[in-house]
């Protein structure tokens, strides 16, 4: 059974401080990954996708990498802002024609102006 | 603006009733799903329709009925709502899976409060 897990549940840094966030998956046989933020009261925002063959994906200052074989990716944030703050929820879509994504418990980020 | 739309987004309700929750995608997906996000705020799937079929049901009680008019909209019906049904419900949808490119787009949330 697929088991996705984030850490650390919670995070604080300063203003320009670059950072990552980790999440873990437990059966290596994913279709994607696929990172999103959520802001409090508010839905999710797809920030990322990779496919199972893709190593990295990259949008501004996100990057994102995917190690299938050691069920790991981590999403990393380049010179963090306050906007930063957020919930970041990392999800798999399984490999077994799955129509659903498992979700981690997620990261709360919250950067200090 | 292309999107998931829900509605309603608050739903205040007394234990017992039966309500329903639409949802609608203007995005041209074939796909579409409901998940439940708990007072802890874990997401979990319940449901996913593919091109109006029922695809997944994630042990989800029957109480709960989806259904799905057309492609474009999946609407949640919930009869007899208990308190543990008190959580955030969110609709999703997404494209064909084409090598792994079934980005999932998700609405803005119904949160339900059953009193």
């Known amino acids: 059974k697929q088991e996705v897990t984030q850490i650390p549940a919670a995070l604080s840094v300063p203003e320009g401080e670059n950072l990552v966030l980790n999440c873990s998956f437990t059966d290596s046989a994913i279709y994607n990954l696929q990172w999103f933020r959520q802001d409090p009261g508010k839905g999710l925002t797809s920030l990322l996708l990779?496919?199972?063959?893709?190593r990295e994906q990259t949008s501004g200052r996100l990057n994102a990498s995917l190690d299938k074989s050691s069920g790991r990716s981590t999403l990393y944030i380049a010179a963090s802002q306050p906007g930063d703050s957020a919930t970041y929820l990392c999800a798999v879509r399984p490999g077994d024609s799955s129509y659903k994504l498992i979700f981690g418990s997620g990261t709360r980020l919250l950067v200090r102006p | 603006d292309t999107a998931v739309s829900q509605t309603p987004k608050y739903l205040v309700t007394q234990m017992g009733n039966d309500k329903s929750i639409k949802c609608e995608q203007n995005?041209?997906?074939?796909?579409m799903y409901w998940y439940k996000q708990d007072s802890k705020k874990f997401l979990k799937i319940m449901f996913s329709y593919n091109n109006k079929e029922l695809i997944i049901n994630e042990t989800v009680p029957n109480r709960f009925s989806p259904k799905s008019p057309d492609k474009a909209h999946l609407n949640l019906h919930i009869n007899s709502l208990e308190l543990g049904d008190s959580a955030v419900y969110f609709c999703?949808?997404?494209?064909?899976?084409?090598?792994?490119?079934?980005?999932?787009?998700f609405g803005p949330g119904t949160r339900l409060t059953v009193l």
């Open positions: 995005l041209g997906h074939d796909t």
């Open positions: 999703a949808s997404s494209p064909p899976r084409t090598g792994g490119l079934d980005e999932q787009f």
């Open positions: 990779i496919q199972s063959s893709q």
